[in-house]
Nanobody
């Protein structure tokens, strides 16, 4: 599976962006896909995840109520709608996927074996 992230950019605080993650190759209908982010000097952190088959979603507390993760019906593209962006949301955002990650581990970056290349999101105050 190859993942291609896009949609990042520079926005002012309070505005919105939508990130996309397109999957190609052996796409799948099971497992979990997620968004992580990494700010300079910080560890990569979980942002949001979705179970491909059930559509169940999971969020980090810092983005709950502002970000929405979704996937299309063909299950080949995942999205992250980011509203009311804050300067602390500035980071490189990565999409990730795994057919085998268990729900208790979905917030761990090392649970994923497919990664996109990252897209920069910069929020100015």
């Amino acid at each position: 599976v190859q993942l291609q992230a896009s949609g990042g950019g520079l926005v002012q605080a309070g505005n919105s962006l939508r990130l996309s993650c397109a999957a190609s190759g052996r796409t799948f209908s099971t497992g979990v896909a997620a968004w992580f982010r990494q700010a300079p000097g910080k560890e990569r952190e979980f942002v949001a995840g979705v179970r491909w088959s059930a559509g169940t979603t999971y969020y980090a507390d810092s983005v709950k109520g502002r970000f929405t993760i979704s996937r299309d019906n063909a299950k080949t593209t995942m999205y992250l709608q980011m509203n009311n962006l804050k300067p602390e949301d500035t980071a490189v955002y990565y999409c990730a996927a795994s057919r085998t990650v268990i729900i208790s581990a979905l917030r761990r970056a090392d649970a994923y074996n497919f990664w996109g290349q990252g897209t920069q999101v910069t929020v100015s105050s």
